[in-house]
């Protein structure tokens, strides 16, 4: 099956992937019923972000509860934002220096990083 990107059609490969510009997922040329992995993927870690982030308000030490979500949940934006410079270096720019910000300075922007990550 050949995949194309969304945002640069000439790009094909045959199989899913990333895409070598943009770094976002292939999609099918032709659309079918068949399983979507990448959604899958990304459901999870919404999922896992989301469950964390609701519980910050309400944990002791937030450092354990935002530390999942930057290193794993937030691992493909970190991932695309190096390969292109385009929305996924944002988020990982964003993601990145409110953790560290609050790992070295102070802790008050640990609720940042998981929101940012879960929207």
């Not at 937030?62 to 794993?72: D, E, G, I, S, Y």
């Not at 190096?82 to 409110?98: D, E, H, P, Q």
């Not at 560290?100 to 102070?106: G, T």
């Amino acid at each position: 099956m050949i995949y194309t990107c969304p945002m640069h059609p000439e790009i094909r490969q045959e199989g899913p992937g990333a895409c070598p510009i943009c770094g976002m997922s292939l999609e099918p040329v032709l659309p079918t019923e068949e399983h979507n992995p990448e959604l899958r993927y990304m459901t999870t870690r919404f999922v896992v972000a989301l469950i964390l982030t609701l519980l910050m308000p309400f944990a002791k030490n937030q450092l354990l509860l935002a530390t999942p979500v930057v290193l794993w949940c937030a691992f493909p934006f970190f991932v695309r934002g190096i390969k292109s410079l385009n929305m996924f270096t944002l988020i990982s720019i964003g993601v990145g220096a409110s953790y560290l910000y609050s790992l070295f300075k102070a802790p008050i922007y640990l609720d940042a990083a998981t929101w940012i990550t879960t929207l």
